[in-house]
């Protein structure tokens, strides 16, 4: 029953980074996005009726999106995730180069 628990730590943590992920609107394109949904679709560890993994205990869905995330089995990494920036931050980042 405890061994459930000693991935709380590290779900926590996760859930924190995406959320600074989210916040920052760094997210990985779409095609990535999909990618690493159908990768874990595929994974004998998805729980595919609440999109949850039961290797890391991550919520598939939300995961997938963080290019700061990567798959505990290593099917996924940080190294495949180039970051979608929304076309507003990208105007902001041009105006300051011209400084």
Known sequence: MFRRFKRVP???SDIVT?????????????AIYMQRLNECSKCVYSLKALDIC?????????????????????KWSLGDAP?????SQESNHDSNKED
Do not use: H, W
Request: net charge positive.
């Open 83 to 87: 970051v979608d920036v929304p076309e």
């Open 18 to 30: 995406t959320a600074k992920d989210l916040k920052q609107k760094n997210r990985v394109s779409k």
């Open 54 to 74: 039961r290797k890391c205990g991550c919520f598939v869905k939300i995961k997938a999106l963080s290019p700061s995330m990567e798959c505990p089995l290593g």
């Open 10 to 12: 590290r779900q926590v």
